[in-house]
């Protein structure tokens, strides 16, 4: 655990079997100061103090894939695993988990894929909610996740009954291959955010991936193809824009050894006289975290925000 400026504050380490423990989990949230554990195996939620310390576990009879936490509404709402008829998708419960509402019911002739759930969930100035391979957006409002945005994909889209049949005649090895060579439009979760002004969002089409920039007020979109362009350090590229802060600041990661890599051909490609032009001017700050993060293994945070 970390404090806003990155400091170290505390380690949360309870892996292993028996209470207080768990083998693994897929997702973490700071609810009221305090930091829930989602996804557990064994079955569990587990809620730790910012200091490292336990302070409760409820043990759940249905794997939670991922969870958020509304202050609004002061509820939870959870994603499930769910592979049968009569089942929800997503259940949500208030701060005592005595009072639950369902949604989304579980569709045998839907089409789910094998793509993780772990960010189906976006909380900034309200719930949002997405699915890989769908054309919804939801929202949720009056104790109900209403659609509030809709993909027309037009001729480019791809159908779900075939990616339902290929679920079926398919070996998971031809299907994944389908889905990244040769599927058609299609939304991906992985790496979205919405706000009431933006959404954001990679999508694929065949072997070609795009970032679409959507503005909710003004109604116009703007795609970048494959990579965004950074122009302002020139430095690091993103394929896409991992994380979503709040309503001005979104964020990426890149492993420290491969960000010191791209500063050693950025050298090559300038020249001397180029290079040390361009770690005095634009190129400065990106420079100076590419030398302290040359030997790490972990990965490098870049936050963007709205340029004034």
Known sequence: VFDRAGNFISLI????????????????????????????YPHRLMWF???????REEKVGDPIVSGIYSEEDRRYFFYYHFTEPG??????FNDSLDDSLVFLPFRQSDYYGNFSNRENFRKTDKIYLSRSFHDTVYVFE????????????GEYRQRMEELARNRTNLDPLA????????????FNTHGWYITGSWLYS??????KSYNVFFNRKN?????????????????????????SFNENKVGNKIPGRDFFEILQKKKDELGKDGFEEYVKGKGKDFSRIALQAKD??????????VKK
Request: glycine share 8%; proline share 4%.
């Open 13 to 40: 380490k309870a892996d292993g079997e028996g209470p207080g423990k768990y083998l693994e989990f897929d997702d973490m949230a700071i609810v009221n100061d305090e930091l829930l554990l989602t996804g557990v």
């Open 49 to 55: 103090s910012l200091d490292g310390e336990l302070l």
């Open 87 to 92: 089942e929800y998708l997503v259940k949500s």
């Open 142 to 153: 009056g104790r109900n996740f209403v659609p509030k945005l809709v993909f027309d994909y």
């Open 175 to 186: 299907e994944l291959k389908f889905i990244n060579e040769r599927a058609k439009l299609y």
């Open 202 to 207: 990679g999508f694929r089409y065949e072997k």
């Open 219 to 243: 109604r116009t979109t703007s795609v970048v193809d494959h990579t965004i362009k950074d122009d302002i350090n020139e430095g690091f590229n993103p394929y896409s824009i991992l994380y």
């Open 296 to 305: 790490s293994e972990n990965p490098v945070l870049i936050v963007y925000s």
